[in-house]
């Protein structure tokens, strides 16, 4: 009776590793690696969807091919350049650091700092006191008042 | 004073400028049409069977231009689209020869021999291997081959008369392609 339902389980267990996708590896770390890559490869087909979540035959095609390579023993590296040599930059959700893509890296650590650097002299200005600006004609307003004040003080 | 504060107020206006410039110069490109990294490479190396005698395989070293490269496939209406065009062509000089992408090779044989065959020769292509070594990511695409057998243009999408004058005539001259007999040999001049 255990055997049976140990065979149950295996046969269930074996089917739904199948259907998840049709593809064995040899380890998990290289199956890992496969559902890392087909998540970061982007369908050129389909503009705006992943390899993994597309269901147009290329990104199947690429999936084949991205499973050939891992089981070649090629590197993640290795095989997103390898796509990217067909494909162009477009394919990579990583976009790799060039100039032309350096605003892209630094673009939003750049703007990051202009807005720090806006805010700080703001804060600066409004904690500095408010400097009055004082006439001469009162200034010597204050200077005869300061002296009125003092005969007054003088005259008991 | 007053010319810090104008500097900060116009640098919201020079940022919307940078914005509007950016965004503009998108406009009219098709974000569908992705560059090809093939270009002025040599030809991928294959090794794949022909359409019309699958007993015999071709390899790169066939691909030698100045020669017009099609992908096409009887499940691409757009290739329909452009196929008399293509045999037009053809029958005007350009020589031509397919790719059949991931199609079903009797299918394509006969697709042929009903809608007449713009090519010398065909590769059999039923898998895609060679599609995806060469960066296809739809049919139809359309390759300038020349004659040391490397790629000097992809276009995508289907010829019409005014991408063929404008566009490939342009590169096909530029690369020393046949020039046939006359120079009406560009489509929709005329006709």
Known sequence: ?156 | MSRTKWILFSLPLIGFAVMVYFFGSAIGSDPSILPSTRIDKPFPAFELPTLENPEQTVNQTAVKGPLLLNVWATWCPTCIVEHPLLVELSRRGIPMVGLNYKDEPDAARKYLEINGNPFKWNIADVKGDLGLDLGVYGAPETYLIDAEGKIRHRFVGAITPDVWRKELWPQWQAMGGVQPEDAAAQPGGSS
Do not use: H
């Open chain 1, 1 to 156: 009776m255990i055997r049976c339902f140990l065979l149950l389980f295996m046969l269930v267990g074996g089917t739904a590793f199948a259907t998840i996708d049709a593809y064995e590896f040899r380890t998990m770390e290289d199956e890992e690696r496969f559902r890392q890559l087909v998540a970061e490869l982007r369908c050129p087909k389909c503009q705006n969807q992943n390899i993994a979540d597309s269901n147009a035959g290329l990104a199947k095609d690429i999936k084949d091919r991205t499973y050939l390579l891992i089981n070649e023993g090629r590197s993640n590296r290795e095989i997103t350049a390898y796509m990217v040599e067909r494909y162009g930059d477009f394919i990579t959700y990583r976009p790799p650091m060039r100039p032309v893509t350096w605003f892209l890296w630094f673009g939003p650590f750049l703007l990051a700092l202009l807005a720090a650097a806006i805010i700080f002299t703001i804060k600066l200005r409004q904690k500095s006191p408010p400097v009055t600006q004082v006439t001469p004609e009162q200034e010597a307003k204050v200077q005869e008042l300061l002296k009125k004040l003092e005969q007054s003080d003088k005259q008991p």
